[in-house]
Nanobody, 113 residues
Framework: EVQLVESGGGLVQPGGSLRLSCAAS????????MSWVRQAPGKGLEWVSTIYTYINNTYYADSVKGRFTISTNNAKNTLYLQMNRLKPEDTAVYYCNAFQNYWGQGTQVTVSS
C-alpha cells in the first residue's frame, strides 16, 4: 500500500531553516507527482510546492517562492522540502502528497521567537 511518512518538523526562530523529508513507498516514486501541502492553525489546506519526479519540474506557491526548495532522492524514494528564511506565517502542519491522492500524517513546523 502507499505510505508517506513526513519528518523534520520542529520549532525554529524566524529567519531560520528546516528541511522536511517524506519517505514514500508502495508506488513508483520516480514516475510520480509529489507535493507539499500545509495547514496553518484555523486555516484550510494550502498548496506549497509540487515536483514531477520523472522530469524534475518544480512549482511553488507565491508565498514560499525564493525561500523553499522542493527536491527528491529517487533512489531513496524520498521527497524533501528545504525551508529557508522561515516566517511565523509558515507555521503549519506540513503534509506530503502523492498523485494528489495519497497523504502522509503530517509534521508540525512552528516558527516563533
Amino acid at each position: 500500500e502507499v505510505q508517506l511518512v513526513e519528518s523534520g518538523g520542529g520549532l525554529v526562530q524566524p529567519g531560520g531553516s528546516l528541511r522536511l523529508s517524506c519517505a514514500a513507498s508502495g508506488f513508483p516514486f520516480s514516475s510520480s507527482a509529489m507535493s507539499w501541502v500545509r495547514q496553518a492553525p484555523g486555516k484550510g489546506l494550502e498548496w506549497v510546492s509540487t515536483i514531477y519526479t520523472y522530469i524534475n519540474n518544480t512549482y511553488y506557491a507565491d508565498s514560499v517562492k525564493g525561500r523553499f526548495t522542493i527536491s527528491t532522492n529517487n533512489a531513496k524514494n524520498t521527497l524533501y522540502l528545504q525551508m529557508n528564511r522561515l516566517k511565523p506565517e509558515d507555521t503549519a502542519v506540513y503534509y506530503c502528497n502523492a498523485f494528489q491522492n495519497y497523504w502522509g500524517q503530517g509534521t508540525q513546523v512552528t516558527v516563533s521567537s
